[in-house]
């Protein structure tokens, strides 16, 4: 069984910068893709950026292009978001989660394994 562990998040002001890191523990051979989704209060999950295992392709959803990015750690079995240029709207609960056969996916249904989610709150 693969656990998925979410840390760093917290607080920042708009313009600024935040981390935050999943690790992955168990079985991680069969994870083809990691992902981030977020949620904000009273609003649907939404993707964020994915990282494709094999060959560390990326994915963003355009809300986020050009100021966050995703790097995977094959060898630590992590994956993290460093997000740069924050908004207020980027505040919400962001999510690690992984998916156990190919293919990389914008919506939360095609994730199998899921972390607790960490808190971002962006302050105008």
């Known amino acids: 069984q693969v656990e998925l562990v979410e840390s760093g998040g917290g607080m920042a002001q708009a313009g600024g910068s935040l981390r935050v890191s999943c690790a992955a523990s168990?079985?991680?051979?069969?994870?083809?893709?990691m992902a981030w989704f977020r949620q904000a209060p009273g609003k649907e999950r939404e993707f964020v950026a994915a990282?494709?295992?094999?060959?560390?392709?990326?994915y963003y959803a355009n809300s986020v292009k050009g100021r966050f990015t995703i790097s995977g750690d094959n060898a630590k079995n992590t994956v993290s978001l460093q997000m740069n240029s924050l908004k207020p709207e980027d505040t919400a609960v962001y999510y690690c989660?992984?998916?156990?056969?190919?293919?990389?996916?914008?919506?939360?249904?095609?994730?199998?394994?899921w972390g607790q989610g960490t808190q971002v709150t962006v302050s105008s």
């Open positions: 168990g079985l991680i051979v069969n994870v083809y893709t």
């Open positions: 990282v494709r295992r094999s060959d560390g392709s990326q």
């Open positions: 989660t992984a998916r156990r056969s190919p293919g990389v996916f914008m919506t939360t249904n095609f994730y199998e394994l």
